[in-house]
């Protein structure tokens, strides 16, 4: 009945019409921002950061979230429509959905994908509020050396399980903790890494990181790899009254619960997020379908099951962000800066310090689910309008917002010498296939596991193997190993599986040779090279062959 009562008292704060604007802005930001190729959440909210100091926390919160619920929607509309994927996690998505859209089916795909995205996000938000509660009260009691452990694991398993190997995401993790270590040691007082600059004294600040990383890094590469031209759309067709027939309804409705059900468990482990879930989502309903032979050739359940399972792995990823402050997504490592930048630490002590900001913020996501349902359904032949913004004024744009928020941290020339310094890493990251997000998470935690290591280390006069005698840290290192074996099992199935898949598409449209370069043409990782810009150029260069034009150089 406690949270019952929060809830409500959350919900008292979410509808004041202030608060209502704010959702309303972020669900339609990131709406457009999932659209948009290469632009994901995790940049927008980056971009966004230094521009809302001036917001109080829980309406720039309350925004965040909206963009972070919005980008997993807006992805779903390109994916079916362009073939292109906003998002990462809606690649799964692009395979059945844009079969439909070219079958004349792209308004019955959009609306499976809207409605699954509603139904998974309300279901799961749901759950978010019975447990995140119950595992605050439950982390309360842990130990320095059980948060050691928890961080540990959420280093091993972001570093281990993201980006094309496990070498290259612990390599980009490395680097995020050593950056973390720059300034003023705070047991000692000594300066670490400043190299004699007095501005580095405070460390680099991790928005400027984030920014830099996301903003600047991100838009240099998506522009160095996106040729110009016309953008292909598949129009849709259809009139809204018959979006989905009944039988849409009856194929469409036990995906969207199997892929709500698989999705937030996924999101709530490290390293899990929505890709992982999506791929589940998708594997299982193959296997469940009675309708196997239109996978691969638009079946509608390969839509709603993955769209499902993505935003209820949304959900489950603020579960360990808000009980255990443990980012483990690049979205939600930028959320925790957004909380940090106003002196506020997610953690077990987040629902008794911050309680009505905390359950404001649950509010809000009930909010932006209904938001985003009245907004898609209607809409999505609007969003698609946005691709058409010229792609030299939107980097341009992106660029000129990122240095000016960096420069507004702190007023300082020398925090955009950074940013420029932190973008090209970013860029040079991103072209030779190092994760993003390990770096992200290493920088944020790296000073809050140091500062958990020396109070473990104190109150056990030193002794090391107090570290995994707890009973809760013996636990967590346990499922570490178990963690890694299934994860990396995952990853190399869902490699091979869409590797297999990739080339049997390619094969049956009649450009094998397409599907197989496409497949390696810059990593390891399918999910990785099937990034927006390539899918982009892969459509430009199918609709050339098809009216018989050469290619662009």
Same mark, same amino acid.
């Given at each position: ?10 919900? $008292? ?8 604007? +704010?959702?309303?802005? /972020? !669900? ?31 309406? #720039? ?57 509603? !139904? ?15 595992? @605050? ?9 059980? =948060? ?6 959420? +280093? ?9 190997? *496990? ?10 903790l050593l950056v973390g270590l720059i300034g003023t040691e705070v047991t000692t007082g000594q300066a670490r890494y400043t190299m004699g600059v007095l501005a580095l004294s405070d460390g680099v600040s991790v928005v400027l990181v984030a920014v830099g990383l996301f903003a600047v890094g991100e838009t240099l590469y998506v522009a160095a790899r996106l040729r110009h031209g016309p953008i292909p759309v598949i129009p849709v067709t259809r009139g809204w009254r018959n979006w989905m027939t009944r039988e849409d309804w009856r194929r469409s409705w036990k995906p969207w619960l199997r892929g709500t059900f698989i999705g937030f468990p996924v999101g709530t482990i490290p390293a899990g997020g929505a890709d992982v879930a999506t791929f589940l989502s998708y594997a299982s309903e193959k296997k469940l379908s009675k309708n196997k032979g239109q996978f691969g050739r638009g079946a509608i359940e390969g839509v709603a099951g993955p769209e499902a399972a993505n935003n209820a792995a949304a959900a489950g990823v603020l579960v360990p962000l808000l009980t255990l ?7 939600? #490592?930028?959320?925790?800066?957004? =909380? ?10 987040? =629902? &008794?310090?911050? /309680? ?27 969003? !698609?309008?946005?691709?058409?913004? *010229? ?10 917002? @990122?240095?000016?928020? @960096? ?43 140091? &500062? ?23 636990? $967590? ?16 199935? &869902? ?30 990782? *399918? ?18 062959? #098809? ?7």
């Open positions: 009945m406690d949270s019952v009562n929060s809830l409500m008292e959350g919900f $008292a704060t979410a509808l004041q019409p202030e608060y209502l604007l +704010f959702a309303l802005l /972020g !669900v339609v930001i990131g709406t457009a921002v999932g659209v948009l190729p290469g632009i994901g959440p995790a940049m927008t909210v980056a971009l966004l950061l230094p521009l809302t100091y001036t917001l109080s926390p829980t309406a #720039a919160i309350i925004t965040f979230a909206g963009i972070y619920y919005g980008g997993m929607y807006g992805g779903s509309t390109t994916s079916i429509l362009l073939n292109t994927p906003g998002e990462s996690a809606s690649v799964i998505t692009a395979i059945e959905g844009n079969k439909m859209a070219k079958l004349g089916r792209g308004a019955a795909a959009l609306a499976t994908a809207a409605i699954g995205s509603f !139904v998974a996000g309300t279901i799961a938000t749901v759950l978010l509020t019975l447990f995140a509660p119950l595992l @605050a009260r439950f982390a309360v009691n842990l130990s320095p050396a059980d =948060f050691v452990a928890l961080i540990v694991v959420a +280093f091993i398993t972001v570093g281990a399980l993201l980006g094309s190997s *496990p070498a290259r995401g612990l390599a980009s993790l490395g680097i995020g402050g443990l980012p483990t997504t690049a979205t939600a #490592a930028i959320i925790i800066t957004a =909380f940090q930048s106003y002196g506020i630490q997610p953690g077990p002590q987040l =629902f &008794q310090n911050q /309680g009505d900001l905390v359950w404001a913020l649950i509010a809000s996501l009930y909010i932006g689910n209904v938001l985003l349902i009245v907004l898609n359904l209607p809409l999505a032949g609007l969003w !698609v309008k946005v691709l058409q913004i *010229p792609r030299p004024y939107l980097y341009a744009g992106i660029l000129t917002f @990122a240095v000016l928020g @960096a420069y507004a941290v702190s007023f300082s020339t020398l925090d955009i010498v950074i940013l420029l310094i932190v973008g090209a890493l970013g860029y040079f990251m991103r072209r030779f296939g190092f994760p993003i997000a390990p770096l992200i998470v290493g920088l944020i935690l790296g000073p809050m596991g140091e &500062q958990q290591l020396r109070k473990a280390l104190q109150l056990s006069q030193g002794n090391v193997a107090d570290l995994v005698l707890h009973p809760f840290a013996a636990s $967590a290192y346990v499922l570490l190993a178990v963690f890694l074996v299934v994860g990396l099992w995952l990853k190399r199935r &869902q490699s091979r599986f869409e590797r297999a898949l990739e080339a049997s598409l390619a094969a049956t449209e009649g450009h094998p040779q397409a599907g197989v370069d496409h497949l390696w043409e810059s990593g390891e990782r *399918p999910t990785d090279v099937r990034t927006e810009s390539i899918r982009a150029e892969l459509a430009a260069e199918k609709a050339r062959a #098809a009216r018989d034009e050469p290619p662009r150089e």
